[in-house]
């Protein structure tokens, strides 16, 4: 997944320690909802945050990424795809906070979570499982 660097603030960046996809997914989730809280209190500061810490996301960890490579196979090449625009789309939620447009904020965030939802309508039960499995 996104191996761009977290911006922790505006002087420094950290590259944040890889962690396991439903851990990476649980903070995109955090991070949605600090875009909802910017959207419905008009800060764009919080939005801004929301939308680079979606894209800053941490690096896949070995275990996680070798699961999802054995379970998907030759399907791996749609997953990175999805994985793709939500960065590309996230990018472009923080460029429409910069400006303080929050007609194209709320355009790129629907982009952004249709593809959180598509990602997770082919892939989430089928690699949830397989994490399961391999727990037992
Ligand atoms: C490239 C595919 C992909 C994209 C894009 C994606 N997800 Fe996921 N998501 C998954 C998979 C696969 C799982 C199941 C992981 C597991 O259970 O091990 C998951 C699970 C989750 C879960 C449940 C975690 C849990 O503890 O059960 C949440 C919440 C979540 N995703 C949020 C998001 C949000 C928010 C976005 C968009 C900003 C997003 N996801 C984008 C693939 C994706």
């Known amino acids: 997944m996104g191996l761009s660097s977290y911006k922790s603030n505006d002087n420094i960046k950290v ?3 890889p962690q396991e996809l439903h851990t990476i997914m649980r903070l995109l989730m955090l991070d949605i909802h600090t875009i909802n809280e910017g959207i419905y209190t008009k800060n764009f500061d919080l939005i801004e945050t929301g939308a ?3 894209n800053g996301h941490a ?3 070995d275990e ?3 699961l999802v490579m054995n379970t998907l196979g030759d399907r791996m ?4 795809e999805y994985d793709n625009l939500v960065h590309s789309y ?3 939620i923080r460029d429409a906070a910069i400006q303080e447009d929050m007609g194209r ?3 790129q ?3 952004v979570e249709q593809g959180c939802v598509n990602c997770h309508a082919a892939f989430q039960d089928e690699i949830k499982s397989a994490r399961l499995i391999r727990m037992d």
């Open 15 to 17: 590259e944040p320690e």
């Open 105 to 107: 904020v709320l355009e």
């Open 59 to 61: 690096a896949l960890a």
């Open 90 to 92: 996230a990018d472009s």
């Open 52 to 54: 680079a810490n979606i």
């Open 109 to 111: 965030y629907r982009i």
């Open 77 to 80: 090449a749609q997953f990175g």
């Open 64 to 66: 996680s990424r070798q």
